[in-house]
């Protein structure tokens, strides 16, 4: 089997353009089965170099198997280009949650049913051998009738070997304030409690408008030093996180990565199996119900919960961890056997 393949060119038209990063940027395009597909153009450069390119697409396209998991985006064609490659993937028409999430927070209600759909995705990444390690809102996309998407895989690896032992992953990636403390200071780390600290960062983001910090250095950052010498209160724009939300959010950012929850606790915990029955930060009664996390708000009730149309919040510059340049050998591993569409 060549270990180097080319991916043909592909006619597209253009109708819109989606948003634009660091790395490249997205469309909305047409293709010739006249369906509407999100095309993520990726740049090589100096630091996205050919195999970044060629790992990112391995692994959605084996996510995407066997029918792949509502929760995440679906990759379908490549193309390859000079300078990079063109991915073609479902287009999600609400778009990034970062832009709904209102200055305040949304509900107890909406960040419920969200951050259920979030965790449902990382557990089948998880269990699948992958780890995406840049989660946060602006990679998590909000379907028309309210499904949450895992989105952006080009900082994602294999945690588990052809033998199915779990191996560390590179630190050192991501986004700065969404990272996790070791992945900030450490080359190599354990991917899943790196995710899972990214989500209790999303849920924080989610339920008061705010990130939490920018940093998780106590060095650097005074707000992180608060959480960690338990003498957080409010975030600054005065939001307080539910009581409920706090505790569950408390035994995810944990500094020592052995300490933090698993995605089997935050499953078990009380606000994750038991659904908001107001749309009110005030849901310590006993109307509560249980919820399997398979019902989900639409993007109207995301609207409603944010007060605000998409692109309503303004984007703060972002600040990537530095990677150094590796090989992911896992990655070789499993295109053994793969095969394209």
Not at 154 to 181: I, L, N, Q
Not at 217 to 234: G, Q, S, V
Not at 255 to 270: G, M, N, P, S, Y
Request: hydrophobic share 30%.
């Amino acid at each position: 089997m060549p270990s180097f393949v080319t991916y043909p060119k592909i006619n597209y038209t253009v109708i819109k353009k989606l948003g634009e990063g660091s790395y490249g940027d997205v469309s909305l395009v047409t293709l010739s089965d006249n369906q509407m597909y999100a095309m993520k153009r990726v740049k090589r450069t100096e630091r996205v170099w050919y195999k970044d390119i060629n790992t990112e697409y391995t692994i959605q396209r084996y996510l995407t198997e066997d029918g792949g998991h509502p929760n995440l985006t679906t990759i379908h064609k490549r193309s390859d280009l000079r300078d990079g490659a063109l991915f073609f993937m479902d287009y999600v028409e609400g778009g990034s949650l970062y832009d709904w999430i209102p200055e305040h927070g949304f509900s107890v209600r909406t960040c419920h049913r969200l951050f259920q759909q979030l965790i449902s995705g990382l557990s089948y990444m998880h269990e699948n051998g992958v780890v995406h390690m840049d989660i946060k809102p602006e990679n998590l996309l909000v379907s028309s009738g309210g499904t949450l998407k895992i989105a952006d895989f080009g900082s994602a690896s294999f945690f588990r070997d052809e033998c199915d032992d779990e191996e560390m992953v590179k630190g050192h990636k991501g986004t700065r304030s969404y990272a996790a403390p070791e992945v900030l200071t450490e080359d190599r780390v354990e991917g899943p409690p790196a995710d899972i600290w990214s989500s209790g960062i999303v849920l924080f983001f989610m339920a008061t408008g705010n990130q939490p910090w920018t940093e998780a250095n106590r060095l650097k950052d005074e707000e992180y030093e608060k959480w960690i010498l338990a003498k957080w209160k409010k975030c600054q724009n005065g939001v307080e996180l539910e009581p409920r939300i706090y505790d569950l959010i408390r035994r995810i950012l944990r500094a020592d990565f052995t300490e933090r929850a698993k995605l089997e606790d935050i499953k078990c915990h009380e606000w994750f199996i038991t659904f908001p029955e107001e749309d009110s930060d005030d849901s310590d009664d006993d109307t509560d119900t249980e919820s399997d996390g398979t019902e989900c708000s639409t993007v109207e009730d995301v609207k409603e919960s944010s007060g605000q149309n998409s692109k309503g919040r303004k984007r703060e510059n972002e600040d990537y961890v530095e990677e150094e340049e590796e090989e992911d050998s896992n990655v070789k591993k499993r295109k053994v056997g793969k095969s394209d569409d």
